[in-house]
């Protein structure tokens, strides 16, 4: 059931700021990564993907960032909207594992203020 | 491409009773599906995995008597919450992924909200 207290890290941002949203993941064999958007009341949404081999791909606004030494995941989102208000989590993966299960981060709340 | 849909989108029942959930990928055939459930202001946490034709793969904690999987096809896998109390009301969240293309990307459906009263 729920855990009393507890609380999604929350983000706020003025509409126009660039916003950063960290994520540490825990598996050292985790070989791909993956950062979902998720609205409320809606399934999780993809956004971007990276695999161990990189330690930085961009997309469209967005740009995701990968340290392996100290296994830590960043998602910075340039030129942020109101649309992009939304839950965002990390999802890590080990491809040597079994049928490629995903392991969701705490997720991090994003407020973008207009 | 690659739409998953969940129905119902909600569903309030009694406690004792029994909720089915379906989860079919409309433009593609799933390799695999996966059940998550998602309390509110929490993570999504993997329930189980499930590959057509073969018995689900619950993880630790998850009562396979009670969250019955059974996928059927390679388009449909259903969840099914027996005898629910109000402690199994969550946001309940299937996906899917293919043999094609990134294999780890899952696509995700709309979810379903459950109400137990």
């Known amino acids: 059931g729920e855990s009393v207290g507890l609380h999604l890290p929350t983000l706020s941002v003025q509409e126009g700021d660039n916003s950063i949203i960290n994520c540490a993941y825990s598996?050292?064999?985790?070989?791909?990564f993956i950062w979902y958007k998720q609205e409320s009341g809606k399934g999780p949404q993809f956004i971007i993907d990276i695999r161990s081999n990189m330690d930085k791909r961009q997309g469209q606004r967005v740009t995701v960032l990968l340290n392996k030494t100290v296994k830590h995941l960043s998602l910075q989102i340039a030129a942020t909207q109101p649309g992009d208000s939304a839950v965002y989590f990390c999802?890590?993966?080990?491809?040597?594992?079994?049928?490629?299960?995903?392991?969701f981060g705490k997720g991090t709340l994003l407020t973008v203020n207009p | 491409g690659a739409v998953v849909s969940q129905h119902p989108s909600w569903v309030i029942c009694k406690s004792g009773t029994s909720v089915k959930i379906e989860c079919r990928s409309l433009?593609?055939?799933?390799?695999?599906m996966f059940w998550y459930r998602q309390f509110p202001k929490q993570s999504l946490m993997l329930m189980a995995t499930s590959n057509e034709g073969s018995k689900a793969t619950y993880e630790q904690g998850v009562e396979k008597d009670k969250f019955l999987i059974n996928h059927a096809s390679l388009t449909l896998s259903t969840l099914t919450v027996t005898s629910a109390h109000p402690e199994d009301s969550s946001f309940y969240i299937c996906?899917?992924?293919?043999?094609?293309?990134?294999?780890?990307?899952?696509?995700f459906g709309p979810g379903t909200r459950l109400t137990v009263t």
């Open positions: 996906s899917a992924n293919t043999d094609t293309g990134m294999r780890y990307e899952q696509y």
């Open positions: 433009d593609f055939q799933a390799t695999t």
């Open positions: 598996n050292s064999a985790s070989d791909y």
């Open positions: 999802a890590e993966g080990d491809s040597g594992g079994s049928n490629y299960k995903l392991t």
